[in-house]
């Protein structure tokens, strides 16, 4: 008789990406990060679903399609704008084999052009750009659990100083996931799993039955939890929380021990658009100057060092394989040690950025295939998502789960620090501002309701985690400041047109058309 199944791996990609959108300039640097997890992650991944549906490996999976993301996924201009990156790199492509065709780069080269090709005939051929729908096929065959998240990733412990408009980025989060998909989504990835008290009862009231926390927000909980973050812990509210299992973490995140670190992988800084002569990159860099990255990266991490090897891509997918293997094995291991005198089954949360696979860890996506097909061979472990996991037989314990985030040092120090803390008066006060106005304003005639709901888009983009985090870690630190001053800006024109006047249409159209994200929603969503 076969033995029991004794684990499951409940494992969640996170994707999402700020929204950024420039209609004012013919390019713009920051829609590349946009571009690029279009390119080696999220196209990847749906090419993934579909290759492991086909060979009918048992996959599960939930995955965040962020408010900000699907709304991004789903804008005509930037959708356009994609296509003709593509269609760039493609010609790179083409350039790159002719000029590497007699050298020791060839085998590289036609890698990428075969990659390119493949990428665009998928996107105008199979999906015809439309990422959204395909994910929602996927949805509908049970494997894959897609969840929703705040708004804009609002940080949520933060803006709870103004209780509403944390109420309104959860209902705008469920709203924008049910118009795309059509469907309610089940589950929400709390922005930087960044938990507080009572959260869990906002949660509740949108429909959402479980959601995602670091370790210690259930090591801590009140009271520990006898299975610790091996199994679901039951809220107050009700809701389900899942914990990060640490173990899987070191493996895959940590710099020092994690596989991506592997010298036999692709290495992310070392990119032609910085090695070849300027006029020779110029027309391939998404940037209206400077060089920057094109994709193309001939070299392995090789270890630390400048000189680098040249990439093998087949010796390279090869160790992803190998990665794939050692990581089931250890979880049946694991499993083994978890499932050892006990009756439930144990439930292990592997957490993880969706852009880790693909883009920073190039051959991420070709490990996940291998997870999938190493644990169908395997009689101690499964992949399966919540829903999965509440048909089936699992411990459960009750308690409060302990405030805490997935950030540096686990709490809320990172979106609260000397470096951004200035921020939050402001967005506490337009928050204020913009409740105090939804509680009063009727709305008055079509043009009134519009400069309303506008403000509303400006508040919640304003509120965005992805700003003060970018200012903690020095990264793209202008543009996030730009950003939050601008939003705030906008909001506040648009308040001064509102009571002061003169109202002007073409403003309004101006700053709308600049950020034309949730067409459904409506400024009384901020009334108390």
């Not at 579909?50 to 962020?66: G, I, N």
């Not at 930087?192 to 509740?204: H, T, W």
């Not at 990264?475 to 800006?489: F, M, W």
């Amino acid at each position: 008789m076969d033995r029991p199944m004794i684990s499951r791996l409940n494992f969640v990609l996170h994707a999402h990406l700020p929204y950024v959108r420039h209609p004012e300039h013919p390019v713009f640097l920051e829609e590349n990060w946009f571009f690029e997890g279009l390119l080696e992650t999220y196209l990847p991944l749906a090419i993934l679903f579909d290759r492991l549906t086909e060979e009918r490996v048992p996959w599960a999976l939930t995955m965040t399609l962020s408010p900000t993301l699907v709304s991004m996924m789903t804008d005509p201009l930037l959708n356009e704008r994609f296509g003709r990156r593509l269609d760039l790199l493609c010609e790179l492509a083409e350039k790159e084999c002719d000029r590497n065709w007699n050298t020791e780069w060839a085998e590289v080269a036609y890698f990428y052009r075969d990659r390119f090709r493949k990428l665009r005939t998928y996107w105008i051929e199979v999906i015809a750009g439309d990422l959204c729908r395909r994910f929602r096929l996927h949805m509908e065959s049970g494997r894959l659990e897609a969840i929703t998240c705040a708004a804009t990733h609002g940080f949520l412990p933060l803006l709870s100083v103004v209780p509403d408009t944390v109420e309104t980025q959860v209902k705008i989060g469920v709203r924008t996931f049910e118009r795309v998909f059509g469907r309610s989504p089940k589950g929400i990835w709390v922005p930087e799993c960044a938990y507080y008290d009572g959260l869990d009862a906002i949660l509740a009231r949108h429909g959402i039955s479980f959601f995602f926390m670091e370790s210690h927000g259930l090591l801590y909980a009140d009271p520990s939890p006898p299975a610790g973050v091996y199994a679901p812990l039951k809220t107050p509210a009700g809701l389900m929380a899942f914990a990060r299992d640490p173990d899987s973490s070191k493996l895959i995140w940590s710099q020092e021990e994690g596989y991506p670190g592997d010298w036999n992988y692709r290495d992310f800084y070392r990119d032609i658009g910085y090695d070849l002569p300027y006029e020779y990159v110029r027309p391939y860099l998404h940037t209206d100057g400077p060089r920057g990255m094109t994709g193309f990266k001939y070299h392995k991490i090789t270890g630390p060092t400048d000189d680098k090897v040249r990439y093998e891509p087949g010796r390279a997918m090869e160790k992803a394989g190998f990665h794939a293997k050692d990581f089931i094995r250890r979880k049946e291991d694991q499993a083994r040690e978890l499932g050892r005198d006990t009756d439930w089954v144990p439930v292990v949360t592997c957490p993880f950025d969706a852009e880790l696979f693909g883009h920073w860890w190039f051959e991420g996506v070709e490990f996940l295939g291998g997870l999938f097909r190493e644990a169908a061979r395997s009689r101690f472990v499964s992949f399966a998502t919540p829903p999965m996991i509440f048909e089936g037989t699992h411990w459960m314990a009750e308690g409060v789960p302990e405030p805490s985030s997935w950030g540096v040092n686990g709490y809320y120090e990172v979106w609260l620090n000397g470096s951004n803390d200035w921020i939050w008066p402001l967005i506490h006060d337009a928050g204020r501002e913009m409740v105090r106005i939804a509680g009063h304003e009727t709305g008055g005639d079509a043009i009134r309701k519009e400069i309303l709901d506008q403000m509303g888009r400006e508040l919640l983009l304003a509120q965005s985690s992805d700003w003060p985090f970018l200012m903690k870690t020095g990264t793209a630190t202008d543009y996030a400041v730009r950003r939050i001053k601008d939003h705030l800006y906008h909001f506040r024109i648009l308040r001064e047109m509102l009571f002061k006047g003169p109202i002007r249409p073409e403003i309004l159209a101006t700053i709308r058309d600049r950020s034309p994200l949730f067409p459904d929603l409506d400024y009384r969503d901020f009334r108390s």
